[in-house]
């Protein structure tokens, strides 16, 4: 059983304990169907999935992940572009002025591309696993040329670099999606120059709950298997040979909404940065409390159920795919306007294209940051405004 695991924490290597078995879904036989033991770590606070594998997670992101088709990864929104600009300051404002940059996890390359618009006098380098995703090279933009910006293939723990070469490495959201944080961090010190830099931003775990999305928003996640504390961040880069910096907080925009930001910048080099015992804050009891939340949402929905004659679900997102496994039902419709979703199936339940959904019964709106959208084509369709419900 889970909480018999002897378990160790990734980021400072203390021994973790048992928190709550959180059971996840997803559509066809996805690696996420399956019960996610999250354990915390009393020394810097983190919380993490335990049972998962970074190779399992790589079926995700080949087989499953649709990032390169969500608006929230739109490279031209106004939000996103806010965003990049954050970015450049807090650089800049450490006085690393026009520094050759490599950006990992790069996906659709925004964040290097409007660099590239905005003058940057300096070679960038994007690498991803996501192909569907990262950009096509210029062609133009050859190995030799000056100020180059160009997008490779590979992985946080394998990147394509030759050692000691690198400047400047950029982790925007990607240690959240990692389960062996070394790995990544003796990957980065291999590749970066004597006394280059590293820059890792994530959620920032200890303000979860001073920014609620919806019920469980945070730890629906299911790619998100690190849920971080400064102090945890901060002990994993000492750990692996990196002196901390600067460290800043604050809330950053989507083309959605606005999340809590957490970036460390280090340097590859060994030094006094001030960390003594740290510890994390309580992000353990926000997963607990989060997860009574997320119950309180099953008996709504069971609610609808006894009253209604029929429910259907609009919106195949991850906030469903936690509520789903808790609910004692299977007679229920779900229904996605995304076509290559109306291929797939829950627990071999179809998924609907919405225009061809009966309208009767509930229809619970399942998306918290997209309900407004959805909503208004629910009512052009006919569904009337007294059956229609949104999860919260």
């Given amino acids: 059983m889970s909480e018999d695991l002897d378990a ?59 990032y390169s088709e969500k608006t929230h990864f739109n490279i031209i929104s106004p939000k996103n572009i806010e965003k990049y600009n954050h970015y450049k300051n807090f650089i800049m404002s450490l006085d690393l002025f026009n520094v050759s940059i490599t950006d990992v996890g790069c996906g659709r390359g925004g964040f290097l591309l409007w660099l590239k618009k905005n003058n940057w006098n300096a070679n960038c380098f994007g690498v991803d696993i996501d192909l569907k995703s990262i950009p096509e090279n210029d062609q133009n933009n050859g190995d030799n040329a000056r100020n180059q910006f160009i997008f490779k293939e590979g992985t946080a723990v394998s990147l394509p670099f030759v050692s000691n070469t690198q400047e400047f490495l950029t982790y925007f959201h990607v240690l959240e999606h990692i389960r062996n944080v070394d790995a990544v961090l003796q990957e ?5 120059k004597a006394d280059g830099y590293i820059l890792i931003e994530v959620p920032d775990a200890e303000h979860y709950e001073d920014y609620p999305v919806g019920t469980a928003f945070w730890l629906s996640i299911r790619e998100h298997v690190n849920h971080f504390s400064v102090c945890a961040i901060s002990q994993a880069l000492r750990r692996n040979g990196f002196s901390v910096i600067r460290i800043n907080r604050g809330l950053l925009p989507t083309p959605e909404f606005e999340y809590p930001s957490l970036m460390i910048l280090a340097k590859k080099s060994k030094g006094n940065d001030d960390l003594g015992n740290c510890k994390g804050q309580d992000i353990a009891s926000y997963v607990k409390k989060s997860h009574k939340e997320l119950i309180n949402q099953v008996n709504f ?29 299977k007679d229920f419709t779900l229904c996605d306007s995304n076509k290559l979703k109306q291929e797939s199936n829950y627990q071999g339940i179809p998924i609907k294209d919405p225009k061809t959904v009966q309208i009767t019964g509930a229809l619970i709106i399942a998306p918290y940051l997209y309900a407004d959208a959805i909503e208004i084509d629910a009512r052009k369709l006919g569904w009337p405004n007294n059956a229609i419900f949104r999860l919260k």
């Fill in 8 to 66: 160790f924490c990734p980021a400072c290597e203390a021994k973790t304990q048992y928190l709550i078995d959180w059971k996840f879904a997803g559509l066809n036989d996805s690696i996420f169907n399956y019960s996610a033991a999250f354990f915390k770590c009393p020394s810097c606070g983190l919380v993490y999935i335990e049972n998962i594998s970074d190779e399992q997670l790589s079926i995700f992101y080949s087989d499953e992940c649709n």
């Fill in 188 to 192: 980065a010190s291999r590749v970066l």
């Fill in 301 to 329: 929905v069971l609610a609808l159920h006894r009253k209604f004659s029929s429910i259907t679900f609009w919106g195949c997102s991850a906030e469903i795919f936690s509520l789903l496994p808790l609910l004692d039902i």
